[in-house]
């Protein structure tokens, strides 16, 4: 039996605002499917960020707050400044939005977000890598793969900085490389749409 999805967790750094806003805009209808995003922000620029997404999809996306309910058509975004990670009591997924450890290197953590979803969800996560410099998001994308979930990444023809899914292909992990304006349909199909 093919399990089914209920999360798909993303992860950019440059140039990821407009990338994420591609994709997005193009889910016209709402899916029964949970996302999560790290995108590397500073503190203070998330929230805008989300409510701006949000008028351009047809998902409710909001920036993360701690003990939020992980449901169906909701789009979280990890608040600039600290990492977003999951807690499971029982049935319910809940948020939590928790300081970054001292020596990390990039916030939001993609490798905390992708640790915790594959944790928490296994088999049913779909990871997506988009456009970014540096390696953030390699270790998660092992974690989601060895889980038994699904990874998609940026190619380089639309990536603004092939760095992110570079590091991420080299891993060996991920199952499929399209260019951005592929991705959305990529997702769907991962998802069984």
């Known amino acids: ?6 999360l798909v967790v993303i ?6 605002p407009p990338a994420l806003q591609t994709i997005f805009s193009a889910i016209r209808e709402p899916l ?3 996302f999560a995003i790290a995108q590397h922000m500073p503190p203070g620029f998330t929230r805008a960020f989300a409510e701006r997404m949000n ?5 409710t996306i909001s920036e993360a707050a701690d003990g939020d ?23 319910e997924v809940r948020i939590r939005v928790v300081n970054p ?8 953590s993609v490798d905390v977000l992708f640790t915790s979803a594959a944790e928490t ?7 997506v890598v988009l456009t970014g410099m540096g390696n953030d998001g390699h270790q998660g994308v092992m974690a989601i793969k060895k889980a038994g979930g699904t990874v998609i990444a940026e190619s380089e023809e639309s990536s603004v900085v092939f760095g992110m899914p570079k590091e991420a292909i080299a891993t ?14 990529e997702i769907m199909r991962k998802c069984g749409f």
């Open 32 to 34: 029964p499917v949970a």
């Open 172 to 185: 060996g992990c991920v199952d499929t490389v399209v260019p951005l304006a592929l991705v959305c349909g």
């Open 11 to 16: 992860g950019a750094s440059t140039g990821g």
């Open 121 to 127: 969800f296994a088999a049913k996560t779909v990871a």
């Open 69 to 91: 309910l992980v449901l169906p058509g909701k789009v979280f975004i990890a608040p600039g400044g600290k990492d977003l990670v999951f807690e499971r009591s029982g049935q």
């Open 55 to 59: 008028k351009l999809s047809a998902l």
């Open 1 to 6: 039996v093919k399990q089914t999805t209920a």
């Open 101 to 108: 450890s001292p020596a990390q290197r990039y916030v939001p």
